[in-house]
């Protein structure tokens, strides 16, 4: 059974194995950690069997106006079940109070998060691969 979390009580580093799939640098396990405690919002899903991380969706915020949503993941062999849908309508519903609400796609997404309320935009960008750790570093 998955179990939907909001907090990083007990969830260590060790939880956040298999995220950013097939990124060639990828943050490390503590910098995973790092991220989802440094949020303003997450939104994890556990698989209660194996105590595992198979999911999460954050959120950046000022809490009063604006917030960004940069990660959403579901870990491959979980995927297609409605895992990534829950994650983003709890995440939506967290930040409803706010005014914009954003998040970059790639075109194919977007029925996706149509179907999620959500509407288009163009979106500019600066990305730094060089931040990111080499594969044998992870
Ligand atoms: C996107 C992602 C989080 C969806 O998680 P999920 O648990 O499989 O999502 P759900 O089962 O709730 O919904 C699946 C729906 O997502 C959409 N979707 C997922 N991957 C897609 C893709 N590569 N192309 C187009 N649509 C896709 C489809 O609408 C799909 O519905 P369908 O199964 O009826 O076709 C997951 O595929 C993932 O982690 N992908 C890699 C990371 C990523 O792309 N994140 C989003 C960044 S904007």
Redesign the pocket.
């Known amino acids: 059974l998955i179990q939907y979390h909001d907090s990083m009580a007990g969830m260590g580093p060790e939880t956040l194995e298999g995220f950013f ?2 990124w060639p640098r990828s943050p490390t396990l503590v910098a995973r950690w790092r991220i989802l405690c440094g949020s303003a919002e997450r939104v994890l899903a556990v698989d209660d069997e194996t105590g595992r991380v198979v ?1 999460f969706v954050t959120a950046i915020s000022d809490r009063m106006f604006c917030a960004s949503i940069p ?6 062999q ?10 983003m309508r709890r995440m939506l519903e967290k930040l409803r109070g706010l005014y914009m609400v954003d ?4 075109p ?2 977007q ?2 998060y149509e ?1 999620l309320g959500m509407k288009p935009l163009v979106a500019m960008t600066i990305r730094n691969p060089d931040v990111l750790s080499e594969p044998e570093v992870r």
Not at 71 to 76: A, D, F, I, N
Not at 78 to 87: D, K, S
């Open positions: 799939d097939g999911g990660l959403l993941e579901v870990l491959p979980y995927r297609r079940r409605g895992i990534g849908r829950e994650l998040l970059v796609c790639d194919q997404m029925p996706f179907s």
